[in-house]
Nanobody
Framework: QVQLVESGGGLVQPGGSLRLSCVVSGDMFSINVMNWYRQAPGNERELVAGMTGDGSTNYAASVKGRFTISREYGAATVYLQMNNLKPEDTAVYYC??????????????WGQGTLVTVSS
């Protein structure tokens, strides 16, 4: 089955930067959407950044200009570069891949989450 593993979270001061990584593996025919979500304590899970298979990107208004989603060329890895971090960015961050498996079934795969804490 398709599996995703995130890494790169940690504790950072306001104004600092982190880069999250997500490695995907499994029997995939195509990946149609790559997303980063986050969920802060007591809040609903929200979409932070997304990328379609053709490379088009979209961002939540709260992170636009500060966060960048990218994919490593020739590798099954997606990144979220986070700059100018704010306390409101504190959350568990999840990567999410959606596509079609080699069994011709649609998959919606999620990582285990990585905690980002922005605090002085």
């Amino acid at each position: 089955q398709v599996q995703l593993v995130e890494s790169g979270g940690g504790l950072v001061q306001p104004g600092g930067s982190l880069r999250l990584s997500c490695v995907v593996s499994g029997d995939m025919f195509s990946i149609n959407v790559m997303n980063w979500y986050r969920q802060a304590p007591g809040n609903e899970r929200e979409l932070v950044a997304g990328m379609t298979g053709d490379g088009s990107t979209n961002y939540a208004a709260s992170v636009k200009g500060r966060f960048t989603i990218s994919r490593e060329y020739g590798a099954a890895t997606v990144y979220l570069q986070m700059n100018n971090l704010k306390p409101e960015d504190t959350a568990v961050y999840y990567c999410n891949f959606r596509g079609i498996g080699t069994d011709n079934n649609i998959f919606d795969a999620w990582g285990q989450g990585t905690l980002v804490t922005v605090s002085s």
